[in-house]
Nanobody, 115 residues
Framework: QVQLVESGGGLVQPGGSLTLSCAASGSIFSINTMGWYRRAPGKQRELVAFITSGGRTNYADSAKGRFTISNGNAKNTVYLQMNSLKPEDTAVYSC?????????WGQGTQVTVSS
């Protein structure tokens, strides 16, 4: 089994920044991708960003230019640096890892953007 532990959510004012972290542990084989989804109240789940084992990144249009996904020094850890946050970024953010074709999920962390 793979465990994902997320951290970094919270309340921030519009225009502010947050960094989400997600660390994967357990029975991890080759990691294909790691990334972040979010679900806002009353909306469908949205893929925010992902990063491949080769370092290729992909972002939702809503995240381009404001969010940056990275692995840092550990390939089993993924970060989401979020800048210029807007109220519409308010959501539960969940990280995932695709390892050997199996997808595991974190428990989710709340991000609230409000003045």
């Amino acid at each position: 089994q793979v465990q994902l532990v997320e951290s970094g959510g919270g309340l921030v004012q519009p225009g502010g920044s947050l960094t989400l972290s997600c660390a994967a542990s357990g029975s991890i084989f080759s990691i294909n991708t790691m990334g972040w989804y979010r679900r806002a109240p009353g909306k469908q789940r949205e893929l925010v960003a992902f990063i491949t084992s080769g370092g290729r990144t992909n972002y939702a249009d809503s995240a381009k230019g404001r969010f940056t996904i990275s692995n840092g020094n550990a390939k089993n850890t993924v970060y989401l640096q979020m800048n210029s946050l807007k109220p519409e970024d308010t959501a539960v953010y969940s990280c995932y890892v695709n390892s050997g074709g199996y997808v595991s999920w974190g428990q989710g962390t709340q991000v609230t953007v409000s003045s």
